[in-house]
């Protein structure tokens, strides 16, 4: 079992940047495929990044170029840099993790509005 808190979601305006945090606990989780997705109002959940356990990242289209997805083993951590925001990013974003079964947090708010 693993259990994944993000965190660092707020109000930013549009061009601005954020970090998001999410911290995982129950698992090391150097094993995992750890995944940033993101939800918006009325709209399916999509997949953001990934990045791998070997470091490999990959990302949606929309924001290739401006976010950074990382991962620090040592302290069981996944983190996402979002840069150049735009308000069509504005949306809840989920932390995942997957090796055989898959496991989400609780999702943090991200808001790019001015």
């Known amino acids: 079992q693993v259990q994944l808190v993000e965190s660092g979601g707020g109000l930013v305006q549009p061009g601005g940047s954020l970090r998001l945090s999410c911290a995982a606990s129950g698992s090391i989780i150097s094993r995992y495929v750890m995944a940033w997705y993101r939800q918006a109002p009325g709209k399916p959940r999509e997949l953001v990044a990934t990045i791998s356990s070997g470091g490999s990242s990959n990302y949606a289209d929309s924001v290739k170029g401006r976010f950074t997805i990382s991962r620090d083993n040592a302290k069981n951590m996944v983190y996402l840099q979002m840069n150049s925001l735009k308000p069509e990013d504005t949306a809840v974003y989920y932390c995942?993790?997957?090796?055989?079964?898959?496991?989400w947090g609780q999702g943090t708010q991200v808001t790019v509005s001015s």
């Open positions: 995942n993790a997957y090796l055989k079964s898959s496991y």
